[in-house]
């Protein structure tokens, strides 16, 4: 038995350096080159910071039931959960003159683009104020949005694994965190910029605004333009290359290994993230569920979807998006310049913060307080997306780590589709009140909090 414990303790031992030389093979990158490969995340997030900020306001404007606004929000967290390890997982073994992961980045961006001009134009089309035919347009447009958009997201997650070494790491996605919170920023303010210029804000009964519409043609340009940055300004290590980087055999990313096979063998880390993950992901699935709505009831005194007051609460909630990504913004440049051995303090610390934001949300009736509550929300959103990749990502040695990151993806996505589908069974269990999901969300990151600290750190995948 000793022995054998001896023998283990020695193989975790030789594990953890091999994880070790890898990182210090890996050369320090230049900021332009960081900022190249994270600068496409500014339209990454403008399509999805539409989607949460104006997705249930726009359900609703077409005639969907509250009850059932969780049944929309499925599709999101069904798509990224299909799509990102199956990106992943062949990216792994892709190479050609535009790299491993720039291919679908090039081929997903313009299709992105243009997917998502469906879904504002979901009650133009003549289809009536609550119609299934309306209802089933706006379904089909937020798959195919969230399908491209998350072809879209994923090789800007894996490319940082790939080329930016472990001292570099906390810089590479705090930055990129902060161009996400940038377009979060833009594309959140955009109907209320629209709105304070004149442009039309309400519109006849089943038709999304003006001020969305546009929102989300602005953001479809941003998002092309900013992807093909990417893609022409950053140079993918070549097979060999990064094989030398990372220590590992040349071949190792060729062989055939199955998705079921990867998380037989996954990293404790990445199960331990997973859970922490699944209470991060119900809380962020409420907030883009509930939080329009909990504006309007609390502050607007309305629950009238057609009403000037839901309308304006739909134009706040976005403002409070952007002062959320502002918030984000400012915690990930002090987060930039943490020590790496204080990472689950700053996790736990985040979404504790966080917790504290949204059970605000669910109690105050004052439009300025909840400025606070969202900036301490920001602060935790930022979290939610930097620590677990960065933790992950150095619990790998770099081999099949885009079909890993692409798995992980799973821990982000269930969470959302197993939310929305309790919400059909919470929702009526507190009387149909908006203001009490938001509280239940809040109680949720105070969950996640808690399992930061069984997360073991650096442990490498089972060999």
């Not at 790491?169 to 902060?178: C, D, G, R, V």
């Not at 979290?383 to 885009?402: A, D, K, M, R, V």
Request: hydrophobic share 50%; with cysteine.
């Amino acid at each position: 038995m000793d022995i054998s414990h001896q023998n283990h303790q020695s193989h975790l031992s030789n594990i953890k350096k091999t994880r070790i030389n890898a990182d210090a093979n890996l050369p320090n990158l230049s900021k332009y080159v960081i900022f190249s490969i994270t600068f496409g995340f500014l339209g990454i997030n403008m399509g999805f910071s539409l989607q949460s900020s104006q997705m249930s306001r726009i359900f609703q404007s077409i005639g969907a039931n509250p009850n059932n606004l969780g049944f929309f929000f499925i599709f999101p967290g069904l798509m990224g959960m299909i799509v990102q390890p199956l990106i992943g997982k062949y990216s792994d073994r892709t190479w050609n003159r535009f790299g491993r992961r720039m291919p679908y980045l090039l081929f997903g961006a313009p299709i992105a683009a243009i997917v998502l001009l469906m879904l504002p134009f979901s009650g133009s089309l003549g289809f009536g104020y609550g119609s299934m035919g309306a209802m089933i347009f706006a379904a089909f447009a937020v798959c195919f949005m969230d399908l491209f958009n998350n072809i879209c997201m994923q090789p800007f997650r894996m490319i940082i694994g790939d080329m930016v070494n472990n001292n570099q790491k906390n810089f590479a996605w705090s930055l990129q965190q902060i161009f996400f919170n940038g377009g979060g920023i833009l594309a959140s303010l955009l109907p209320f910029i629209f709105t304070a210029c004149g442009m039309q804000n309400t519109a006849k009964k089943g038709v999304v605004p003006n001020t969305v519409i546009w929102a989300y043609i602005i953001a479809a340009c941003v998002l092309f333009t900013t992807s093909m940055w990417t893609v022409f300004n950053v140079k993918e290590y070549d097979p060999d290359t990064y094989a030398r980087y990372h220590g590992i055999d040349p071949q190792a990313n060729k062989k055939k290994v199955s998705l079921f096979q990867l998380i037989k063998t996954a990293p404790k880390a990445f199960w331990e993230l997973c859970l922490v993950q699944f209470f991060s992901w119900v809380a962020v699935m409420y907030v883009w569920t509930y939080s329009t709505g909990t504006l309007a009831k609390n502050v607007w005194n309305t629950t009238d979807p057609t009403s000037a007051g839901f309308q304006a609460a739909g134009n706040w909630y976005g403002v409070l998006t952007a002062i959320l990504s502002i918030a984000g913004i400012c915690w990930g440049f002090l987060y930039s310049h943490a020590k790496t051995t204080t990472r689950k303090k700053w996790y736990a610390l985040g979404l504790i913060i966080g917790g504290i934001g949204l059970i605000m949300v669910s109690f105050v009736h004052d439009k300025w307080l909840t400025v606070i509550a969202f900036i301490l929300f920001g602060i935790c959103y930022f979290t939610i997306h930097t620590l677990p990749f960065t933790l992950l990502t150095s619990s790998l040695n770099g081999q099949n780590e885009g079909a890993y990151i692409g798995l992980f993806n799973i821990g982000i996505c269930l969470p959302q589709i197993i939310a929305s589908l309790m919400s059909f069974a919470i929702f009526p269990l507190v009387n149909h009140s908006q203001p009490m999901m938001m509280l239940i969300a809040g109680i949720s990151l105070f969950c996640a909090a808690i399992a930061v600290y069984g997360i073991h750190e650096g442990v490498n995948i089972k060999q």
